[in-house]
């Protein structure tokens, strides 16, 4: 059986490690670094893995050093994880026989192709393209999974949830899954489980704590088809599922708490499995012009919020509850750098109004934010002229995100 090393690994990456490695039949030790030289040289496993607290330091130099005078050791692969370093110095590592340097967060799928190749073994990998993504507010975890159902990601859960829970001390922990953006099958069953399993299993949140917020039918009868999942609430509103996590004596309104704690998330309680690459959110329109957005929604959470993300890329807003009115400025020659609708309004419906624009060759983008993923609706909206379809809800930065994206590629 092959042998792996971890040195310094955190408790969530050496469960984590240790889990995948069963899996695959390789065996796993792992120790502080004050004990590494010793167990390196009576070990001498087949690969050292060491992960970096804090980057480079004189210490790890020491231990790679001594690892290197050893002529047992000498020839043992080194892979390192850690904070960014400069390239040079990463160059520079080959010396002591260091293979691989991972930057944070680590991209598994090509972590464990890297291993593989150095143990000489095939790790089974889904490659699901999944984004899955969390932040805590409150004692409420968030988990956004968009895209797809990854089992590596799904497995690796587990352990992130234990880490803040932990981390945060919370007492009464609440989990809502952000699963808007799926549609799922009897073919996506397993993974579904393996989610909700891996959610469920942490005794600190009883099933009544767990909301999922999801479109899906299949999801919904799943949990209603298993006995195991019996507790755990599934909505497609928003605002119902924060009123249920709420506690009595909250001062928080719902609205207030969808305002304040969940769609303005404080970052640094955030933790994601898979990055978007950032951009400069603070440039303006060509020329130097100042943005304008009009928002057209019948939620007043919902404007206020796009609001106030629009006024972080110095931008004029417009807010609209109705679709007449709306209309009404548009007639009067009100123009915008951008125009973010909802299909489902109190008077007239999105189609409607996209209709509208494209008769009049309007060349403003518009991104559609509604709260359905129904198929017929998406293909609709950008038939009628839509640049972009959203599914409610979302983090401000992804709506922002993508406005930028479609002012560049205009531009």
């Known amino acids: ?169 919370l007492t009464n922990p609440k989990i809502i899954l952000m699963l808007t953006n799926l549609q799922l099958s009897f073919i996506d069953g397993a993974n579904l489980e393996l989610l909700l399993d891996n959610v469920s299993v942490n005794k600190t949140v009883p099933n009544r704590n767990i909301k999922i917020l999801s479109f899906d039918k299949f999801v919904r009868e799943l949990i209603k088809g298993h006995p195991e999942y019996t507790g755990i609430q599934v909505s497609d509103n928003l605002t119902s599922i924060i009123g249920s996590v709420l506690n009595q004596d909250s001062n928080y309104g719902t609205n207030d708490f969808i305002y304040d704690k969940v769609l303005s998330s404080d970052d640094s309680k955030n933790d994601s499995m898979d990055f978007v690459e950032s951009r400069d959110n603070t440039k303006k329109d060509g020329g130097g012009s100042i943005l304008s957005a009009a928002i057209v929604d019948d939620d007043i959470v919902i404007r206020k919020l796009l609001q106030n993300s629009f006024s972080s890329i110095s931008s004029e807003t417009s807010l609209f509850a109705t679709g007449t009115e709306f209309m009404k400025a548009i007639s009067q020659g009100n123009e915008y750098s951008v125009i973010v609708l909802d299909i489902f309004l109190p008077d007239m419906n999105g189609f409607d109004i996209l209709a509208s624009l494209q008769r009049q060759n309007c060349q403003t983008p518009i991104i559609v934010y509604s709260r359905t993923a129904d198929r017929e609706y998406v293909i609709k909206s950008l038939s009628l002229g839509a640049k972009s379809y959203i599914v409610k809800p979302q983090k401000p930065n992804v709506i922002i995100e993508k406005v930028i994206q479609l002012l560049h590629s205009n531009g």
Do not use: W
Request: glycine content about 2%.
């Open 1 to 169: 059986m092959k042998s792996v090393l971890l040195i310094d690994g955190s408790e969530m990456f050496c469960d984590f490690l240790k889990d995948k490695f069963t899996t695959e039949q390789v065996s796993l030790t792992y120790i502080p670094r004050r004990e590494a030289y010793t167990k390196i040289i009576t070990l001498l496993p087949d690969l050292i893995i060491i992960e970096l607290k804090d980057g480079l330091d004189d210490d790890l130099y020491n231990l790679l050093e001594k690892k290197r005078t050893d002529p047992n050791a000498k020839k043992i692969p080194v892979i390192l994880t850690g904070p960014t370093e400069p390239r040079e110095k990463i160059a520079a590592l080959v010396e002591y026989n260091v293979v691989k340097y991972f930057n944070k967060p680590i991209k598994f799928e090509v972590f464990f192709e890297s291993v593989g190749k150095i143990l000489h073994a095939v790790f089974s990998m889904d490659t699901t393209p999944c984004i899955l993504d969390m932040h805590l507010n409150a004692n409420v975890i968030f988990v956004e999974i968009a895209m797809g159902l990854n089992r590596e990601k799904l497995s690796l859960l587990k352990y992130k949830l234990a880490a803040i829970i932990e981390k945060h001390e």
